[in-house]
């Protein structure tokens, strides 16, 4: 695809939820579960590696690779000289965003940024629900975010949908967002009374008095009143705000001052060849063969030298071999 088309359309692809899975389908890492996601992005990442000229770089991963992305877009940014503060940037911002104004009860375990060294990026990113066993992936490209707080994905993959979400980046949750970033400018003890008179109130969305406690919540209405957010941004990206502190502030907004934010999952489905579970339908082999097949005469046909098309072939015939 490097051969062929510019880098940008190379994260074009990576952001498209369908794209996304059918390649890691393909690629036979896995059917439908989360593994596909973890894996299909580590190999795409130790794949750019290689690369001598610096295309498309790649940072981040599952669990503590997550937590060392910032580091390593460093490390790149010392060995090829760009700029690594809007990658770090845009990193720290997709993972808050999703896990701060989408509550949606997936918690982010891996996050993965793929980024050209003149600023452009792709954000993939999956969470995953304990009790369900399911998890739900995230799409971000950087030239479609025109507000990274207001409906900034170019997709969602889910393999359920949920019936209550808090979905703050929704256009209906603007009056909503309003409110919020008001009332963290507010005095501390007043948006404590308001947020007393609720606890008994019935719930709009998941929301006890137990999950707030009083001191944290206190603390943090203390650094938003000193800190003066001009924006929802600003005040996503204040240290020790996190999603309780938003819901509260949302159900706040919601049941005191009568703006509702949106409750609507905006997740989208995506399978490709069927599920080794049988969901939503089994897995037809013989399409599964014609793909290694299609695979196979598509890296022979591509514009590379004689040695880097017997090393693709060689790692094809090694994914693909009965003992794999």
Same mark, same amino acid.
């Given at each position: 695809?490097?051969? %062929?088309?510019?880098?940008?359309?190379?994260?074009?692809? /990576?952001?498209?939820?369908?794209?996304?899975?059918?390649?890691?389908?393909v690629l036979g890492?896995?059917?439908?579960?989360?593994?596909?996601?973890?894996?299909?992005?580590?190999?795409? &990442?130790?794949? /750019? !590696?290689?690369?001598?000229?610096?295309?498309?770089?790649?940072?981040?991963?599952?669990?503590?690779?997550?937590? *060392?992305?910032?580091?390593? +877009?460093?490390?790149?940014?010392?060995?090829?000289?760009?700029?690594?503060?809007?990658?770090?940037?845009?990193?720290?911002?997709?993972? &808050?965003?999703?896990?701060?104004?989408?509550?949606?009860?997936?918690?982010?375990? =891996?996050?993965?940024?793929?980024?050209?060294?003149?600023?452009?990026?792709? @954000?993939?990113?999956q969470g995953m $629900?304990?009790?369900? &066993?399911?998890? *739900? $992936?995230? =799409?971000?490209?950087?030239?479609?975010?025109?507000?990274?707080?207001?409906?900034?994905?170019?997709?969602?993959s889910s393999q359920?949908?949920?019936? @209550? +979400?808090?979905? #703050?980046?929704? $256009?209906?949750?603007?009056?909503?967002?309003?409110?919020?970033?008001?009332?963290?400018?507010?005095?501390?003890?007043?948006?404590?009374?308001?947020?007393?008179?609720?606890?008994?109130?019935?719930?709009?969305?998941?929301?006890? !008095?137990?999950?707030?406690?009083?001191?944290?919540?206190?603390?943090?209405?203390?650094?938003?009143?000193? *800190?003066?957010?001009?924006?929802?941004?600003?005040? #996503?990206?204040?240290?020790?705000?996190?999603?309780?502190?938003?819901?509260? /502030?949302?159900? @706040?907004?919601?049941?005191?001052?009568?703006?509702?934010?949106?409750?609507?999952?905006?997740?989208?489905?995506?399978?490709?060849?069927?599920?080794?579970?049988?969901?939503?339908?089994?897995?037809?082999?013989? +399409?599964?063969?014609?793909?290694?097949? +299609?695979?196979?005469?598509?890296?022979?046909?591509?514009?590379?030298?004689? $040695?880097?098309?017997? &090393?693709?072939?060689?790692?094809?015939?090694? %994914?693909?071999?009965?003992?794999?």
């Open positions: 695809m490097l051969e %062929e088309f510019p880098p940008e359309e190379f994260l074009r692809r /990576l952001s498209h939820p369908g794209w996304f899975q059918a390649l890691g389908c890492f896995d059917w439908h579960s989360s593994g596909l996601t973890t894996t299909t992005t580590a190999a795409l &990442k130790e794949a /750019l !590696s290689e690369l001598s000229t610096p295309l498309i770089l790649a940072a981040g991963g599952k669990g503590r690779a997550a937590l *060392r992305t910032p580091l390593e +877009v460093e490390s790149l940014a010392e060995r090829f000289a760009f700029d690594p503060l809007p990658i770090i940037k845009a990193s720290r911002l997709s993972a &808050k965003v999703d896990s701060a104004l989408l509550q949606d009860g997936y918690e982010i375990y =891996h996050h993965a940024i793929f980024f050209t060294p003149e600023g452009k990026w792709a @954000v993939i990113q $629900r304990e009790e369900l &066993k399911m998890a *739900r $992936r995230y =799409h971000w490209l950087s030239s479609q975010v025109k507000d990274p707080t207001q409906e900034p994905h170019t997709g969602i359920k949908k949920e019936k @209550v +979400v808090l979905d #703050l980046t929704s $256009r209906k949750s603007l009056k909503n967002k309003e409110i919020i970033l008001q009332l963290s400018r507010e005095k501390p003890e007043k948006v404590k009374k308001d947020f007393s008179l609720i606890l008994n109130m019935p719930r709009r969305h998941a929301l006890l !008095s137990a999950d707030m406690r009083p001191e944290n919540f206190h603390r943090a209405l203390l650094k938003t009143y000193e *800190r003066t957010p001009q924006d929802i941004l600003q005040l #996503l990206m204040i240290r020790g705000i996190g999603a309780k502190f938003i819901r509260a /502030l949302s159900l @706040v907004a919601d049941l005191i001052y009568g703006a509702a934010p949106s409750y609507e999952d905006p997740a989208l489905y995506s399978f490709a060849h069927g599920g080794k579970d049988k969901t939503p339908y089994p897995l037809d082999f013989r +399409v599964y063969e014609t793909t290694i097949e +299609v695979l196979e005469r598509a890296i022979k046909r591509a514009k590379l030298g004689d $040695r880097e098309k017997l &090393k693709a072939l060689k790692k094809l015939s090694q %994914e693909f071999s009965p003992g794999a």
